[in-house]
């Protein structure tokens, strides 16, 4: 038998009333059968989908836990609500993309700022494999935080990336592999998270983005080490109309640069960089005209030719950094740089 919305209110009633202070509604409604999915609703402020930049982050990226989730593998699922229901007054310690939330909601408060009415706003949603009865502690965490996370949805034993599109995400950052790749063949921008301790200051948003496998295609990087680099090899016949490929997270930066232009420069809360270990002279000049074609403004790019990456990222201290290369990911976390892994072979 499917339980009723007040069956389901009264089950998280604890969840309710935490986040009295942060919201004007709580809506829940369910989905098929037994394994239904719960959605809670917040409409203190709606946002348009086909407006909104929406970022769906899952619970392990946003918040630390893995001594949690390392009870889970270990006992089991019923130990391990045990434990959250016991701790649900508890909050979760700040996960590897917390600060990047943050950030978000400071580029929200500024747009609002300059514009009451602007619609054209960052909305997180939060996605979680918890079951409906363990997520009040992860709702009063962000309570505790004030977060302004404006969904949450509990989805057992389910692809959760199946509500990406519906939901209209623009990235997707999660702790498992699995849902990423789920994501990325989905089409949407999505980036595994690490755990690290993140030490990144909160204002402004700075974003870094590598170039191959990530703004541009991975076709691109495998042409590059074929030795023929249609992309940015200058002698190549079709190098005057042909850029580079889209990647896998070029719909997310584009959607970034949209609101980037909403300020002028030296009010902008919003830093963007291409940071890639190409040469300037192979890469540079096809990289920006792509970017221009594009639209797209980049506040600045670094053309590391073969250099390691770790000490331009501690400089810059971006909120978050995309790659495709597991030793550049490793290098930025040993200068403590948040970083996110974008597999080009899922």
Known sequence: MTPQPETVV???????VAWTGLMHLLTIWHGKG??????????????????ALVIAVTTRAIFNLEEEH??????????????QQANQDRPLPPGTAFAFIQAVQYVNKKILESNPAEEDLFDILLLSNNSPESGVRIINSAKHYGLEISKFCFVSDEDSTQYLKSHGVKLFLSADRTDVCNALRRGVSAALVFQQEVQAPSTPLRVAFDGDAVLFSDETDQVFRDGLNRCFFPSHPLSSVLLCFQGPMKAFAMH???????????????RTYLVTARSGRDMGIRAIKTLREWGLAIDEAFFMDGAPKGPILAQIQPHIFFDDGLHNIQGAQDMGVPSAWVPSCC
């Open 10 to 16: 009264a089950q998280i009633v604890g969840a309710s």
């Open 34 to 51: 037994e394994r239904s999915s719960f959605y809670f609703i917040s409409l203190s402020r709606k946002k348009e989908i086909n407006k």
């Open 70 to 83: 390392q009870l889970y593998l270990e006992k089991g699922k019923e130990e391990y609500v045990r434990h």
């Open 256 to 270: 970034l640069g949209k609101i980037h232009k909403k300020f002028n420069r030296e009010e902008c809360p919003i």
